[in-house]
């Protein structure tokens, strides 16, 4: 269900790409779209909406295999986490890259039939050509016609060999991030003791009454900064 709902938004972005990827012309006043922006319009101005989601059923397909990626990311985490003495950024490293590995080499062929149909011309006033596949199945049957088994996996060696860094360090990004939260309550709850530390010390030696106020001051702050983060955490 994830990979279906991000589909609505990347799945124009997606179709975008693969046309402006397709523009092989080095002088740029002979290609169709000078950026982005002009690709869209062009697009919706002669195809409408449909036009610009030209290819969602493949984008669908293709991100429905995100089920073996937070899947084998799951089971890999764990086996880690139990059989194994790494840290948790190394488990989370290893678990990340591995599964998205595990991700390409289930879901690649259908990459590959998502940018053929993405790549084919829409053809009508846009005049980019004339449109090949009408569904999915034409463009995969194209594939194995021209090029066999094989040619649903070219270029798959680079793809594969870039799944693994790009992702493990995405997905350790990711999961420190989410104990954020947790890393600060620690911090807070630290300079918290050293404020009482240094508040004791103050009362001892009266004299420095600045140093008591400012003491008195941060552990106010400190004490806001909690109730902010435990109410973001019960939100």
Not at 9 to 27: F, G, M, N, S, T
């Amino acid at each position: 269900m994830a990979g279906w709902t991000v589909s609505l938004i990347a799945a124009p972005v997606e179709h975008v790409k693969a046309r402006l990827q397709i523009q092989y012309a080095v002088d740029k006043s002979k290609r169709l779209y000078s950026g982005p922006i002009d690709c869209c319009t062009k697009i919706l101005r002669t195809h409408g909406f449909h036009g610009l989601y030209h290819g969602l059923a493949a984008t669908l397909l293709f991100r429905t295999f995100f089920f073996f990626w937070w899947g084998s990311y799951d089971i890999f985490t764990r086996l880690f986490s139990n059989r194994t003495s790494l840290s948790a950024p190394a488990v989370n490293f290893w678990a990340g890259g591995l599964s998205a590995q595990v991700f390409w080499m289930t879901s690649y062929p259908s990459d590959v039939v998502k940018q053929r149909i993405m790549a084919d011309p829409l053809g009508g006033k846009l005049g980019d050509g004339d449109r090949r596949f009408l569904r999915w199945k034409d463009a995969a049957k194209e594939i194995w016609r021209t090029d066999g088994l094989r040619g649903y996996w070219r270029g798959f060696l680079p793809c594969f060999m870039r799944a693994f860094p790009a992702n493990a360090v995405a997905l350790l990004a990711f999961e420190i991030y989410l104990t954020l939260p947790c890393n600060l309550h620690a911090v807070l709850t630290f300079y918290e003791w050293l404020l009482s530390e240094k508040r004791e010390w103050v009362t001892e030696a009266p004299i420095h009454h600045q140093s008591n106020q400012e003491a008195a001051n941060a552990t106010t702050t400190v004490h806001d900064l909690r109730m902010t983060l435990e109410a973001d955490r019960i939100g």
